[in-house]
Each structure stands twice: as C-alpha cells, then as structure tokens.
Nanobody, 119 residues
C-alpha cells in the first residue's frame, strides 16, 4: 500500500517562498511509469494541478505557475518537494501530493497540508 504524507509550514508571509515535502512509503518514487504530482485546492475553488516530477526525474508545471513553482526529489529519502516563490494570499490552499500513471490521473493521495499566506 502506497502512502503519501505532506508536511508544510502552515503559515507563510507574502513574498516568501513556500516549501512543502511529501514523504512516500510503500513504493519508490523512481519506480517505472509513475508521476508524482502536486495539486492544491483554494477556499471555494476546485482542484488545481501544480505540476509533477516523473519517475525519470523530468518535470512539468501548469503554465500559470511555471517560473514560481519548483518540484524536486530526494531519492534516498523517497521524498518529493514543492517550492513556490513570491507567494501571495491567493496561494492559500490545501496542498496535496498524489501519485498517478500520468500527470492527470491519480491513484494515491496524501491527506493534504493547509498553507495560509498572510502577514
């Protein structure tokens, strides 16, 4: 059983960089054919895909966040991370990591971590 667990700062000030880690157990993040995604849900809005890091290490991002979002991985620790720079209150959301056979289908999700951007 694959399990994903996000950990984040909870509160970030505007203009700072948000940093969240997802620890994966029960499966390797370098296993063939899987994509490890970051997704968020802002208050009153639907799910928004942020980007992924593939089993190969390649990355892709939604156009609106390209340039601010960076997804990376630590293979010895079996972790992936998300950094989002220059945050504003509009980046307040629950942030999820999720595994999938593509960047747009997901079979395992973490429970999510709330991040609030406020001064």
């Amino acid at each position: 059983q694959v399990q994903l667990q996000e950990s984040g700062p909870g509160l970030v000030k505007p203009s700072q960089t948000l940093s969240i880690t997802c620890t994966v157990s029960g499966g390797s993040i370098t296993a063939n054919s899987y994509y490890w995604n970051w997704i968020r849900q802002s208050p009153g809005k639907g799910l928004e895909w942020i980007g992924y890091i593939a089993y190969s290490g390649s990355t892709d991002y939604t156009p609106s966040l390209r340039g601010r979002a960076t997804i990376s991985r630590d293979t010895p620790k079996n972790q992936l991370s998300l950094k989002l720079s220059a945050v504003t209150p509009e980046d307040t959301a629950v942030y999820y990591c999720a595994r999938g056979p593509t960047g747009y289908e997901y079979d395992y999700w973490g429970q999510g971590t709330q991040v609030t951007v406020s001064s």
